[in-house]
């Protein structure tokens, strides 16, 4: 027991040796896919990629001059469809603002499997050399790259990795760059939902700078789509989000085991809708006070920890994938344990918390465990914990020099 309170069982060689086992796995898992699929179908009919299916096709269709279809379930579906030569391949929703579209069309002047593979390799080189700036070195890098979110999120050839490189690098950025920290913070635009921690956090942290550079960014790429496609994509976007509350987040049709929000808890466990609202408000508004105390506070890992772990605890609508930022998170926390020391139970915890996103949306479906969101509760309360513990010492800005 010692030895977990202490982290003296997680050595650098043993934390390697998971790291690399976990790598190996997910490598074999994917090369297995890749070797059994028909096309750009896997042995099991889901599009290699799943929810990168709806991605591509939303981009296809803009640049054929549907844009604003892509908010058309129906017609959304017949595109992924049309792609996969399959009628009976599965609907993969788009339900992002307009200017993720700006990506997809991007992406979707590659074929199909060549931009999964291009997005994924940039977005996770993008999330691994922010690892790298926080903690640095091969023991870091291997965890990056062997993290089970890692390999859910490729396997799913979604966003996580993009959200967590500017929500992240955002944060890591905003001591010593504020203007360019906001600008990342801006593009976050794109999926709203993990943004809304955002401005009371600038406002509180005084960082003035920051402000400007979310406000530019933000404009710039809203400004781009109604110069590219108009008010209709928006307005496709607005009449959608009734449609998208109601059967994808309220009636679970994307599993409740995959949604792991408080919300989505109380739905698992077989609690009413307004109930599972009312949590998810009091768990939102916990969330955010406690970040936003520690940005008062000042430290910057443990402000920066605590903001990624709140964005994820303050939507409803949060899966599984998404918790790349709950990995950054950890990487802020090790940083500061490895210069400051770490606390009892830290470096078990954070192990915990690394490896929980293997074990989750089993547990979620079998167990009705909602093992994710306990995760981002742990990493933020570890980050208050710490705070307290370090009040009155040195304070150690988690970023490098730029050079």
């Not at 469809?81 to 391949?89: E, I, K, N, R």
């Not at 890591?172 to 360019?180: G, I, N, S, V």
Request: hydrophobic share 60%; proline share 6%; glycine share 10%.
């Amino acid at each position: 027991m010692r030895g977990l309170a202490s982290g003296s069982w997680l050595t650098e060689r043993r934390l390697r040796t998971i790291a690399l086992l976990s790598l190996a796995a997910a490598v074999a898992m994917i090369v297995f896919l890749i070797a059994t699929a028909h096309g750009t179908l896997d042995r099991y009919g889901r599009p290699l990629g799943t929810d990168f299916s709806g991605v591509w096709s939303a981009g296809r269709m803009a640049l054929d001059g549907h844009a604003a279809q892509a908010w058309d379930w129906e017609a959304h579906h017949g595109a992924q469809q049309a792609l996969h030569g399959d009628p009976a391949v599965p609907f993969y929703g788009w339900h992002y603002p307009p200017p993720f579209l700006l990506v997809a069309a991007l992406l979707a002047t590659l074929p199909y499997l060549a931009a999964l593979f291009v997005w994924q390799a940039t977005t996770l080189g993008a999330a691994a050399l922010l690892v790298q700036r926080i903690v640095p070195g091969r023991t870091a890098l291997l965890a990056t790259l062997g993290a089970p979110v890692a390999f859910i999120c490729v396997a799913h050839g979604h966003n996580g990795f993009l959200t967590g490189a500017l929500f992240g690098g955002g944060l890591l950025l905003l001591d010593r760059r504020p203007f360019l920290a906001g600008f990342l913070f801006g593009c976050l635009i794109y999926k709203p939902q993990f943004a809304l921690l955002i401005p009371p956090l600038l406002l509180v942290s005084r960082q003035w700078r920051a402000i400007p550079g979310a406000a530019l960014s933000a404009g710039l790429l809203v400004a781009l789509t109604l110069a590219i496609w108009g008010w209709p994509v928006w307005r496709a976007f607005l009449d959608s989000l009734p449609l998208t509350q109601s059967v994808v987040l309220e009636a679970g049709s994307t599993g409740w085991e995959k949604i792991q929000s408080p919300f989505a808890m109380i739905r698992m466990w077989g609690g009413g809708i307004a109930f599972a609202y009312a949590v998810q408000a009091f768990a939102t508004l916990a969330a955010i006070g406690a970040a936003l105390w520690l940005a008062w506070q000042g430290r910057a890992a443990e402000r920066n920890a605590a903001a990624l772990a709140a964005a994820l605890i303050s939507t409803p609508y949060v899966l599984d994938y998404d918790f790349v930022l709950l990995g950054i998170a950890i990487a802020f926390l090790a940083a500061d344990g490895l210069r400051s020391g770490f606390l009892d139970w830290e470096k078990t915890l954070l192990a915990f918390c690394w490896i929980a996103p293997f074990f989750a949306r089993q547990l979620g479906a079998l167990a009705l465990l909602p093992l994710g969101q306990a995760s981002a509760i742990i990493v933020l309360v570890l980050a208050l914990r710490r705070a307290a513990a370090l009040d009155g010492a040195p304070q150690n800005i988690a970023i490098p020099p730029l050079t």
